[in-house]
């Protein structure tokens, strides 16, 4: 008999959108919370525009971004702007035990949906806001997406060449961070009126919870004035460093010589005795002084090799490596496989299809990770009717109203 899941009883009310706040609500839905999801067809939700999409059909109900960051989610579709669909929202905070959203500070008072105005409906309310950078402030009103926090944060002036332009962490680097401390805190306030009665409001700036990622540059200039800048693949600490060529079409794979054992048998792989006995690489500082010219020499070697047969090699001689693994890697990758990283579930229009399973693993209360994410109002009939206790008579009027779209 399956174990009841942690959340089950706890029910969300989601105003979420894009890839920051939903990644906390997907996570909670995984453990069995029942998320309401609210969106409109007059603003959908700009992920659903994003690929890669499913059978390369670039509708809204296609896009796998969206498929996985609202799996085990509900859908429900309101235009808020009609008077109806805010008594919806104003039943769904009676229903609920948290409110979540994703917007800049001016769009839930707006719409009357701010903190203190739930509040007066809902005392023991735990609600959360999430926005770039929070709720107050001189640049409380700057609306953005990850990207933007990333450059903001000053993850963009850190990644790179020295001789080139900041490129900066891949994509939207900080919607990916964001959300494991908005869950955290989100927790922490569930426990907290669990134990107390008492709800709360948590006001979390995204580009805040991504610098903790930016501990040490932070910390070193502060107290030593040292200004961190793009180094490329070189270490402080580590020589050979670097990502290599390696043989196919824009393949590469990554090795990091930590020490002095590291880098015979690296040589040793590579059937290099030669330098494996120069005593010009005989240290870290012998080697770190000369890392153009053994970068140049271990590149050699890789582009000869199939990334995956290096990486078999190295490791298996002690020496860190990895292949710069593609979408095609990851998908076979048996790591992942052993842990069922993906998991096959299906979407009402798209079909079958794949999306990541929970990040955690609970060997008492496993996730559920069974259905993407909905179609646009694909269980509006489902809320309304069995989870608000609306008569059929009152749905239609809802509809007559406009109020459900």
């Given amino acids: 008999m399956a174990r009841k899941l942690p959340l089950a009883d706890v029910k969300v009310l989601d105003f979420m959108w894009v890839l920051a706040g939903p990644g906390i609500t997907r996570s909670m839905a995984d453990y069995g919370a029942t998320i309401v999801r609210i969106e409109s067809a007059g603003r959908i939700d700009p992920v659903r525009t994003v690929g890669p999409f499913k059978g390369n059909n670039p509708g809204l109900e296609y896009s796998g971004l969206y498929a996985n960051n609202n799996a085990g989610k509900l859908a429900l579709s309101l235009d808020l702007s009609k008077p109806g669909a805010r008594e919806v929202v104003f039943d769904l905070v009676r229903w609920a035990d948290v409110v979540c959203e994703a917007f800049s500070p001016k769009a839930m008072r707006a719409w009357g949906f701010d903190y203190e105005s739930l509040r007066a409906i809902k005392p023991d309310l735990v609600m959360l806001s999430t926005c770039l950078m929070g709720q107050t402030g001189p640049l409380a009103r700057f609306a953005g997406f990850g990207n933007l926090a990333a450059a903001l944060c000053g993850f963009y002036n850190l990644v790179g060449w020295p001789d080139r332009t900041p490129s900066g962490p891949y994509s939207a680097y900080t919607d990916y961070i964001a959300p494991r ?8 306030a569930l426990i907290h009126r669990k134990r107390t009665g008492q709800g709360q409001y948590i006001d979390q700036a995204q580009a805040e919870s991504a610098m903790q990622f930016l501990t040490i540059p932070i910390l070193d200039c502060a107290a030593n004035g040292t200004v961190y800048s793009p180094v490329a693949n070189y270490d402080p600490s580590h020589a050979p460093h670097g990502v290599y060529p390696a043989a196919g079409d824009d393949r590469w794979i990554a090795i990091a010589c930590a020490t002095d054992a590291h880098w015979q048998a690296l040589c040793a792989v590579m059937k290099r005795p030669d330098l494996a006995a120069d005593k010009r690489y005989a240290t870290f500082a012998a ?7 053994l970068d140049a020499a271990v590149a050699q070697w890789t582009m000869q090799f199939d990334p995956h047969a290096s990486e078999r090699a190295l490791q298996a001689a002690g020496v860190p490596a990895h292949t710069v693994q593609e979408s095609a890697d990851l998908a076979a990758d048996p790591q992942l496989a052993h842990r069922d990283h993906f998991v096959k579930v299906t979407q009402s229009v798209a079909g079958a299809t794949a999306v ?7 060997s008492g209360t496993p996730a559920r990770v069974d259905r993407a994410g909905p179609a646009l109002g694909e269980d509006n009939h489902h809320v309304l009717h069995d989870l608000l206790g609306y008569s059929d008579d009152r749905i239609s009027e809802l509809v007559a109203a406009e109020a459900l779209g």
Wanted: proline share 0%; aromatic share 10%.
């Fill in 181 to 188: 401390f908005g869950l955290v805190a989100l927790m922490a």
């Fill in 287 to 293: 080697r770190d002084a000369r890392r153009l010219e």
């Fill in 356 to 362: 990541e399973n929970s990040r955690y693993k609970m």
